[in-house]
Structure formats: structure tokens, C-alpha cells
């Protein structure tokens, strides 16, 4: 690649904005990913009733239990590891997309879609240890804060156990569930998004790029909700003597609770996510990180 194809990609400004999207998203989201977590590992079992009755029942049941603070259990994890999975997340599929553009500068939908799932793979080198901690932490009674480990100690714990894989737990799960919502979301988001390029300019308003992520990522965050859901039974600890890999999750759970058990949690996964992406989209393209080093916005990569 030519110096001249560097400076035009811009790598250390998307970098840095990958990152301050990230962080802003996960503050203003978490609480509701909280509630999904606790939402979709609710399993039936016969004679025992469900923990939550619904999602108000449930959110009501966290705060009386945490207060507000307790609607931010595992976030510490998700902001230490959040800015540098969304860079990557977001960086590198700018950087397939502009790698797999054609000779006359088009990129067709099919290798959208590559790009995409380059992006889903490259990321779970740290979705797959922050959710596999933020969950367990998620998943702790409020009560029983001061004996449950943090962050910290649990991922010690992992590693005594099991060496560097036990904190990759449920990988098959994020790969797949990331790699699918990432090849859903980036082609609609490019679509929707170059709708609001301004005449004779590459440029697009920070409020655009804003609606563009929340519609392309509700829509992707619901389609790929059954993945989540076996995502998230496989990295619960307290389910792993009970799954034996992904096919088996997702047969016992069709078995013993249905097929809408599948979507369950799918309205607080849109509403998580697609706030999530909008907010990281419009901060990703708002270009902090050029304005803090004296640079031009770079827009994104079309």
C-alpha cells in the first residue's frame, strides 16, 4: 500500500474515534444490556417460577436490588475493553471495505458483506473475554456483591483453570452471532448513510450517520437475537455443565422452551444496540479525533 493510500485511510484518527464512540455508547447503554443478560438467561423449569414476570418486572427487581449503581454491574469491563472493540470494529471495516474496492473505485454489496464479516472477526478477540466477564458479573444477585469476584479475580479464576481458553468461553457463539450481526449491519448502514451525502460532497451530516446506525442496527440487532441468546446461555458459568457446545444449546433450548425462546430479549437487544451503533456512528463520524490533532474529517470509507 502507497504512502499516499495511508494518509487518504487515516488510521490513527479512526483509531482514536472508534474508541470515544465506544466508551459514550456503553455509558448511555448498559443499563438495558444489563436487563437483556438477565432477561435471556431465564430458562424454564418445570415447578419453579420465572424470575421476571417481563422487562419492567426486571428492571424494577435490579434497581430495588443495586440501586443505580447497580444498573452498571460489569460495565467497568465493558469500558476498559469497549474502546479498543469498537476501534477494531470499526476501523477494520473501513479498512476491508477500502481494501476490496474494485479498480474504478465501486465496492458492490457482496464484498460489503466481506468486509463486514472481516470486521465480526477481527473483533472477538476482545468481545469474546469482555462478555464472557461482563456477563458474570451481570449475572451476580446484588445481595451477594461482596462475595461474588470482580472482574479481575474472575478472569484470574479462568486462567487458573483453564489457561488463556477459559476466558474464551462461548467463542463459537460471539464468532458466529458478531460475524452475522457485522455482514447484516455494515451494508445497511452504508446504504442508509450515503443517503445523506450533501451534493458535489463525500461529507454526511453527524445526525444522519446517527439515524442510519439505530435503523441498520435494530434491524440487524433482531435478526441475529437467536445467536445471542445461545451466546449468552453458553457464557453464563452456571450453565456450562448443562451445554455442550452451540448445537446443543440451541436444541435443548427449542426442546424445553420453544422457539420463542429464540427472541427472547430481542426488544432490549434492539434497544440496546441500536442506540449503541447510532451514538458510535455519529461519534465516529463527528471526527474528534481529527479536530484534536488538527486534521481534515475524514468522512467514511465509501
Same mark, same amino acid.
Given at each position: ?52 414476570? @417481563?422487562?419492567?418486572?426486571? =428492571?424494577?427487581?435490579?434497581? #430495588?436490588?443495586? %440501586?443505580?449503581? $447497580?444498573? +452498571?454491574? &460489569? ?17 477494520a471495516n473501513d479498512g476491508f471495505r477500502h481494501l476490496l474496492k474494485t479498480k474504478d473505485g465501486s465496492l458492490p454489496v457482496h464484498r460489503q458483506i466481506l ?34 469476584? @470482580?472482574?479481575?479475580?474472575? =478472569?484470574?479464576?479462568?486462567? #487458573?483453570?483453564? %489457561?488463556?481458553? $477459559?476466558? +474464551?468461553? &462461548? ?51 433482531f435478526l441475529a437475537t437467536p445467536l445471542d441468546v445461545v451466546k449468552t446461555r453458553l457464557q453464563t458459568l452456571e450453565y456450562k455443565s448443562r451445554y455442550s457446545g452451540m448445537v446443543d444449546c440451541a436444541s435443548k433450548i427449542m426442546v424445553e422452551e420453544g ?44
Open positions: 500500500m502507497t504512502t499516499a493510500a495511508k494518509q487518504d485511510f487515516g488510521l490513527l484518527p479512526r483509531v482514536v474515534n472508534g474508541g470515544i464512540a465506544g466508551i459514550v455508547g456503553v455509558i448511555c447503554v448498559f443499563p438495558l444490556d444489563l436487563i437483556k443478560t438477565r432477561m435471556q438467561n431465564q430458562s424454564k423449569i418445570v415447578g419453579q417460577p420465572a424470575a421476571y414476570k @417481563n422487562i419492567l418486572d426486571c =428492571a424494577v427487581k435490579t434497581f #430495588r436490588g443495586g %440501586g443505580f449503581i $447497580g444498573m +452498571y454491574r &460489569g460495565s467497568a469491563v465493558n469500558i476498559l475493553l469497549i474502546t479498543p472493540e469498537k476501534a477494531i470494529k470499526l476501523v468486509a463486514g464479516a472481516g470486521a465480526g472477526t477481527c473483533q472477538i478477540v476482545i468481545t469474546t473475554p469482555m462478555e464472557l466477564l461482563k456477563i458474570q458479573r451481570q449475572m451476580a444477585k446484588s445481595k451477594d456483591s461482596t462475595q461474588s469476584p @470482580n472482574a479481575r479475580q474472575l =478472569a484470574l479464576q479462568l486462567y #487458573r483453570e483453564k %489457561g488463556v481458553l $477459559g476466558l +474464551y468461553q &462461548g467463542v463459537g457463539a460471539t464468532f458466529t452471532r458478531d460475524v452475522v450481526f457485522s455482514m447484516m449491519y455494515f451494508p445497511l448502514f452504508a446504504y442508509f448513510n450515503d443517503k445523506g451525502k450533501t451534493p458535489n460532497s463525500n461529507q454526511v451530516p453527524f445526525y444522519h450517520s446517527f439515524a442510519s446506525g439505530i435503523v441498520a442496527g435494530a434491524i440487524s440487532a422457539a420463542s425462546a429464540f427472541f427472547k430479549g430481542s426488544l432490549l437487544r434492539v434497544m440496546v444496540i441500536a442506540p449503541l451503533f447510532g451514538i458510535a456512528q455519529m461519534v465516529y463520524y463527528l471526527g474528534l479525533a481529527e479536530a484534536m490533532m488538527g486534521l481534515k474529517p475524514l468522512g467514511s470509507v465509501s
